[in-house]
């Protein structure tokens, strides 16, 4: 889900992080996000095997 209302400032820092993720390699190019009409409509979660991610994590701090 992308909010629409950001605040111009956080559209800059946002540009910004972008761009530092193009010039460090891990982006090829920046794209535009898509327009809500486009967002797939039938996503399914995949299933996992195990234990669910979040009882891992309250394990491993223990």
């Known amino acids: 889900m992308q909010p629409e209302s950001k605040t111009a400032?956080?559209?800059v820092?946002?540009?910004q992080f972008m761009?530092?993720?193009l010039e460090a390699g891990?982006?090829?190019e920046?794209?535009?996000p898509l327009p809500p009409e486009k967002w797939p409509k039938?996503?399914?979660p995949i299933p996992?095997?195990?234990?669910?991610?979040?009882?891992i994590i309250?394990?491993?701090?223990r």
């Not at 996992?48 to 009882?55: Q, V």
């Not at 309250?58 to 701090?61: D, F, L, Y």
Request: a negative charge.
């Open 30 to 32: 920046i794209t535009p």
């Open 42 to 44: 039938n996503r399914m």
């Open 9 to 11: 400032e956080e559209k």
């Open 58 to 61: 309250i394990e491993e701090r």
């Open 26 to 28: 891990l982006l090829t």
């Open 48 to 55: 996992i095997e195990g234990k669910p991610i979040s009882e």
């Open 19 to 21: 761009q530092s993720l």
């Open 13 to 15: 820092r946002e540009e």
